[in-house]
């Protein structure tokens, strides 16, 4: 499973990997209606059975309690309470132990059933109607519609503070920068609406120009019409096509050499860091670095080379 999915992570074929798993519920005559889901492998860390169980006083109401695994104690989520649902007598005994954005935190489902391989054009946006609700994408296999969750929204609504914490103040003043922000447009992909908008507040409250995309195909779209365009940030998990495939299909078009790609995810390891620079972009940044997001981009505009 790792080797499949660090290809992924490294080629740019705009594929990916995903867990499904069941989060049932009942309807007002108590059956049971079958819900499937799923996450990127790539935030996997593995797959347990429940084991002990220790509470938390004064927690959240989605959290059940800790587990502790080997040297971790780790939090566990309740994703029925999570994503409202009705499960009164259902059992729940599966943990996938996520890792993203420097987290590992354990969510616990009625049940895993398998590891599919997908191309991200298979992956339908959610429609406008659940927006805001915490779904990324749709992907219908073997007769059933499987929802992909967006973790790091469920994760920064649960936690007290926020894993994506606000730009500092002095970020925003750029009169001593050799440019002017307002003459620069920047572009930024990103398929949850959450994380998109608080990037898009942040650059635009330091005074950039800024265009969205909800998915790499938009961005795309954005890119080969020719509009004004200095600098794009993408995300890497994407509907239709993700940040990889973008960017790879960025660098292979020789009239675009000067178009400056950041790739901004929840994924970012020091390995995959390495192979996405490989691929063609110019700087990496975490979810959680968003306080660093606009000194990233006035620097990289500046021509400063990127940390290493």
């Not at 867990?19 to 492998?41: K, M, Q």
């Not at 220790?54 to 927690?59: A, D, L, Y």
């Not at 296999?141 to 606000?166: H, K, M, T, V």
């Not at 005074?207 to 004004?228: C, F, L, R």
Request: proline residues 3%.
């Amino acid at each position: 499973m790792a080797t499949e999915t660090n290809i992924l992570l490294e080629s740019g074929t705009n594929e990916l990997e995903i867990v499904v798993f069941r989060v049932d519920e009942l309807n007002e005559r108590g059956e049971t209606i079958p819900c499937h889901f799923a996450v990127n492998v790539a935030k996997v860390r593995e797959i347990i059975r429940l084991p002990q169980l220790f509470k938390v006083v004064n927690s959240h109401p989605a959290v059940v309690g800790m587990i502790k695994l080997r040297d971790k104690v780790i939090t566990v989520i309740d994703l029925a309470q999570v994503l409202n649902k009705n499960v009164d007598g259902l059992s729940a005994n599966n943990v996938i132990v996520l890792e993203f954005n420097r987290l590992v935190i354990g969510v616990l489902v009625q049940s895993v059933s398998r590891i599919h391989r997908i191309s991200w054009e298979s992956v339908e946006p959610p429609s406008k109607m659940i927006d805001n609700m915490h779904i990324t994408g749709v992907v219908k296999q073997e007769g059933n519609i499987i929802l992909i969750l967006d973790f790091e929204r469920i994760i920064a609504e649960i936690c007290s503070q926020s894993i994506l914490q606000e730009v500092q103040e002095e970020q925003l003043d750029g009169t001593a920068l050799p440019f002017d922000r307002g003459s620069k447009t920047v572009l930024v992909a990103d398929d949850s609406s959450f994380i998109r908008q608080t990037m898009v507040s942040s650059l635009r409250m330091a005074g950039y120009q800024v265009a969205e995309a909800e998915n790499g195909e938009e961005a795309w779209e954005y890119i080969d019409a020719g509009k004004t365009l200095d600098m794009l940030i993408t995300d890497i998990e994407m509907p239709r096509m993700d940040g990889l495939h973008l960017t790879k299909r960025i660098r292979e078009e020789k009239s675009l050499d000067w178009l400056q790609v950041v790739i901004f995810s929840s994924l970012a390891s020091e390995d995959n860091k390495r192979k996405w620079k490989n691929l063609g972009a110019c700087d990496i940044l975490t979810k959680p670095d968003l306080p660093r997001l606009v000194d990233v981009v006035d620097g990289i505009i500046q021509g400063e080379k990127p940390a290493a």
